[in-house]
Nanobody, 120 residues
Framework: QVRFVESGGGLVQAGGSLRLSCAASGSTFSFNGMGWYRQAPGKQRELVAHIDSSGSATYYAESVKGRFTISRDNAKNTVYLQMSSLKPEDTAVYYC?????????????WGQGTQVTVSS
């Protein structure tokens, strides 16, 4: 049974930082790439970043490159998203899931997400 639980969101001023965490249940975490996604009001969910199973390769959307850092701790079944220099346009609900290229990716795995609100 796969389940993702996101945490760490909140209200922050523009230019501030937040660190999101995603705890995963199940035995497949360490074998799969992981991704952070976000959905802003009235917009489709989009991929923000992903990381391979070992943590050695990462990808970032252009909109967050240089400001966000994805990392993982396979011993804790947890993936992180360090967000810095936050902008109002980063306001969204943030979700984790397997990376989109992963054979384990399923849309049915979406959790509750964590709300990030950036004020100007």
């Amino acid at each position: 049974q796969v389940r993702f639980v996101e945490s760490g969101g909140g209200l922050v001023q523009a230019g501030g930082s937040l660190r999101l965490s995603c705890a995963a249940s199940g035995s497949t975490f360490s074998f799969n790439g992981m991704g952070w996604y976000r959905q802003a009001p009235g917009k489709q969910r989009e991929l923000v970043a992903h990381i391979d199973s070992s943590g050695s390769a990462t990808y970032y959307a252009e909109s967050v490159k240089g400001r966000f850092t994805i990392s993982r701790d396979n011993a804790k079944n947890t993936v992180y998203l360090q967000m810095s220099s936050l902008k109002p346009e980063d306001t969204a609900v943030y979700y984790c899931n397997f990376a989109p290229y992963s054979a384990s990716y399923r849309t049915t795995y979406w959790g509750q997400g964590t709300q990030v609100t950036v004020s100007s």
